[in-house]
C-alpha cells in the first residue's frame, strides 16, 4: 500500500451519503500565524482545503462555505456565504446554519489535514435528539468538527450580539452529545482527525505523528 493510500485510509470510510445534514466547511481565517494561507498549504501534494474536500464529498451530497474569502475558492464552484457576524468562527458557524438546507449541518475548519471520515460518520449518526454532537477527547471539546442543529441559531445570535465569539460558551443553553475519548479511539488510534495547523512547527510535528503512526501500521 502506498503512502498515499495509507493516507486516505485515515481520512475516508465508505458509505452512503448522508443527504440529511449539510458538510459546512469555515473558510475565513487569516492564516497570521502561518505566514501563508492555510487551506492551500500543500500536504503531500494535496492542499489541506482539497484533502479537506474530498473526504466531505465522499460523505456528503450538499457541502457549503462561510467567510468572506472569494476568490481563493471560486473555482470549485461550491456555495459561500459572506458571515453575518464578521470575524469569527462562530460567525460562520451561525451563518452556515442559516443558509443549510437541512436541519443540521456538520462544520470543519478547512485547516484540517488528516480529517476522518469515520469520526464524521459517527458524530452524524448520534445527531438524533440532541442539538450539538461534539468530539470531547481528554483535551476538551472539539468545536469545529461538530454537529449542530438550527435549534442553536438563537443561543448563538445571543451570544455574538454579545460580542462572545468563544464557541462552547453556549453549550450550557443546548443539549450537547459529548463523543468521549474512549468513543473516538475506536474510530481513529491515531487521533489526527482534529487536528488542524496554526503555525510552520505544528506542520513539522503532524507529519512527524503521521509517520509514526505509519510506522506502526
Not at 24 to 50: H, N, Q
Not at 95 to 104: E, I, M, N, P
Not at 145 to 150: G, I, P, S
Request: aromatic share 8%; charged share 25%.
Amino acid at each position: 500500500m502506498t503512502a498515499r493510500n495509507r493516507d486516505r485510509g485515515m481520512m475516508e470510510m465508505p458509505g452512503s451519503p448522508i443527504d440529511d445534514i449539510t458538510a459546512l466547511v469555515l473558510v475565513g481565517g487569516k492564516s497570521r500565524r502561518m505566514g501563508s494561507d492555510k487551506a492551500f498549504l500543500d500536504i503531500d501534494g494535496t492542499p489541506m482545503f482539497e484533502r479537506v474536500l474530498e473526504v466531505l464529498r465522499s460523505t456528503f451530497p450538499s457541502i457549503i462555505l462561510t467567510g468572506d474569502r472569494r476568490e481563493p475558492f471560486a473555482r470549485y464552484g461550491l456555495t459561500q456565504y459572506a458571515d453575518i457576524y464578521p470575524g469569527s468562527s462562530l460567525g460562520g458557524l451561525y451563518t452556515g446554519l442559516v443558509h443549510a438546507a437541512t436541519d443540521r449541518l456538520f462544520v470543519c475548519p478547512c485547516d484540517i489535514p488528516f480529517p476522518s471520515s469515520r469520526v464524521i460518520r459517527h458524530l452524524c449518526s448520534l445527531a438524533e435528539g440532541w442539538d450539538a454532537v461534539v468530539p470531547c477527547p481528554g483535551h476538551g471539546y472539539e468545536p469545529l468538527f461538530a454537529v449542530y442543529a438550527k435549534s442553536c441559531l438563537q443561543p448563538i445570535k445571543d451570544q455574538l450580539e454579545c460580542s462572545n465569539h468563544r464557541v462552547v460558551d453556549f453549550y450550557p443553553r443546548i443539549r450537547v452529545r459529548s463523543v468521549v475519548e474512549a468513543e473516538l479511539r475506536n474510530l481513529d488510534a491515531t487521533g489526527l482527525s482534529f487536528t488542524g495547523l496554526n503555525t510552520p512547527e505544528d506542520v513539522e510535528k503532524i507529519l512527524a505523528v503521521r509517520e509514526a503512526c505509519r510506522s506502526r501500521a
